[in-house]
């Protein structure tokens, strides 16, 4: 069955826009146009039954589908330019069909791999570990040890287990897709909080350069968010930082309760491999 004329000039227009997004720098106006061509074209695709697909003919209407899943993979990658989590979830949830039912009726895309990875790596910014491991078990042994697409986000999971953060920072600078960091930054601002919390736990005080090494902190005015955020009081004058380490009743957590002697140790780790990486 041929591609109805209407959707395939649709679909051409979308991918066209969407390629000179890239040249214009994200420009919203263009990710507006986008937005308007997407929502087009899902109108297009559920008139002629094609954004679901399971209960069509995929051999008889194999162009049709391929068109399909372009437009659902320009929507996921168009949702993180957006960086609009929601939406890049609601993508991937209509490619799965595509990708998981279709997969031996429909030639691959070049962007199954890129997009796989985002949903890992979606999963690891969500703290759905349970989540990413499924979805990683479910692909091909050969595809997760050869793609550097989803061996970027088994590795991410590898350093979080293994508490090397450091690593996982430094992986912001050398990612396979723009479109990673996005994950990746949110993956990072979860760490934060992590390590945030060891620190009111192990500490009374830290010096504020300290604070900032460990947190990842670049810029001072970065560091006092972060801390007004946590509740944490800066002293200007010796240029130290207070924590809030009480519990609701008053009472400081008892000693059995903090690991105080590995999370010192941990944290100097870390701030050793940060000092080696500048």
């Given at each position: 069955m041929?591609v109805?004329?209407?959707?395939?000039?649709a679909?051409?227009?979308l991918?066209?826009?969407?390629?000179?997004?890239?040249?214009?720098g994200?420009?919203?106006?263009?990710?507006?146009?986008?937005?308007?061509q997407?929502?087009?074209?899902?109108?297009?695709?559920t008139?002629?039954d094609?954004?679901?697909?399971q209960?069509?003919?995929?051999?008889?209407n194999?162009?049709?589908l391929?068109?399909?899943r372009?437009?659902?993979?320009?929507?996921?990658?168009?949702?993180i330019?957006?960086?609009?989590?929601?939406q890049?979830?609601?993508?991937?949830?209509?490619?799965?069909p595509?990708?998981?039912?279709?997969?031996?009726e429909?030639?691959?895309?070049?962007n199954?791999e890129p997009?796989?990875g985002?949903?890992?790596?979606?999963?690891?910014?969500?703290?759905?570990?349970?989540?990413?491991?499924?979805?990683?078990?479910?692909?091909?042994?050969?595809?997760?040890?050869?793609?550097?697409?989803?061996?970027?986000p088994?590795?991410?999971?590898?350093w979080?287990?293994e508490?090397?953060?450091?690593?996982?920072?430094?992986?912001?600078?050398?990612?396979?897709?723009?479109?990673?960091?996005?994950?990746?930054?949110?993956?990072?601002?979860?760490i934060r909080?992590e390590?945030?919390?060891?620190?009111?736990?192990?500490?009374d005080?830290?010096?504020?350069?300290?604070?900032?090494?460990?947190?990842?902190?670049d810029?001072?005015p970065?560091v006092?968010?972060f801390?007004k955020?946590?509740?944490?009081?800066?002293?200007?004058?010796?240029?130290t930082?207070?924590f809030?380490n009480?519990?609701t009743?008053?009472?400081?957590?008892?000693?059995?309760?903090?690991p105080?002697?590995?999370?010192?140790?941990t944290?100097?780790?870390?701030?050793?491999?940060?000092?080696?990486?500048?």
């Amino acid at each position: 069955m041929t591609v109805d004329a209407a959707l395939k000039e649709a679909h051409s227009a979308l991918i066209k826009q969407f390629q000179s997004i890239e040249s214009r720098g994200n420009d919203i106006s263009a990710l507006k146009n986008v937005e308007a061509q997407l929502a087009n074209l899902k109108v297009l695709l559920t008139s002629h039954d094609l954004l679901y697909p399971q209960a069509i003919d995929a051999a008889a209407n194999k162009e049709s589908l391929v068109l399909a899943r372009d437009v659902l993979e320009v929507g996921a990658l168009w949702s993180i330019r957006m960086k609009n989590t929601n939406q890049f979830d609601r993508y991937w949830s209509q490619l799965k069909p595509f990708y998981l039912d279709l997969a031996d009726e429909l030639p691959r895309s070049t962007n199954y791999e890129p997009i796989l990875g985002l949903s890992l790596l979606r999963d690891l910014a969500a703290n759905s570990i349970a989540s990413f491991h499924i979805s990683l078990e479910s692909l091909p042994m050969e595809l997760v040890r050869d793609s550097p697409y989803i061996q970027h986000p088994v590795l991410l999971e590898r350093w979080l287990m293994e508490g090397s953060y450091s690593n996982v920072w430094r992986e912001r600078e050398n990612v396979p897709l723009d479109e990673y960091r996005f994950f990746v930054d949110i993956l990072v601002v979860t760490i934060r909080h992590e390590i945030a919390s060891c620190e009111e736990r192990a500490y009374d005080t830290l010096p504020l350069n300290d604070v900032a090494t460990l947190l990842f902190f670049d810029a001072l005015p970065e560091v006092l968010e972060f801390a007004k955020e946590r509740g944490w009081h800066v002293n200007p004058t010796n240029q130290t930082v207070e924590f809030s380490n009480k519990n609701t009743d008053g009472t400081a957590d008892s000693e059995e309760n903090i690991p105080m002697r590995s999370t010192i140790t941990t944290n100097l780790h870390f701030a050793k491999e940060l000092e080696s990486i500048v």
